[in-house]
């Protein structure tokens, strides 16, 4: 899958400057994977293509995948061991339903940009940015078949 067919180069500099500005709070790591077909569960995808990243290689084990499959139009967001075990059950939740409305509208860049803009914010209450912060993973977007 070609992300220049689905995100102009601005869409994408706005992406991965939205990336950029949430990890400036957090020591938390948010990636955004896309591709074309999802022929599984959205959120079991996700998980392969976290691994496929390493980004359950994070030292605080708190990196984010944004997943989107987008013909398929599946989506999911995926949190590691270290943050799951200090948020609560429901964290993921109002992330996912305000992407989903800026979906239902066609507005795939707004609903990512509010959702890696949202798990900052969230994530800087349980993994604060520190002086010696590392960006562990890159900030690019992800592409898959």
Known sequence: ??????????QKR???KAIGE???QTSGEIR???EKRCKIHPLDRAGYI????KMHETQLRNGTLIYLAVSDKKFAILGDKGINEVVPDNFWEDVKDVMRDFFSKGDFTGGILHAISQTGDKLKNFFP??????NELPDDISVGE
């Open 32 to 34: 955004v994977h896309l």
């Open 129 to 134: 940015y520190q002086d010696d912060d590392i």
């Open 50 to 53: 976290f691994q496929q990243l």
């Open 1 to 10: 899958m070609n992300v220049n067919k689905f995100f102009s180069e601005e």
């Open 14 to 16: 706005h992406i991965i």
């Open 22 to 24: 949430a990890e400036q």
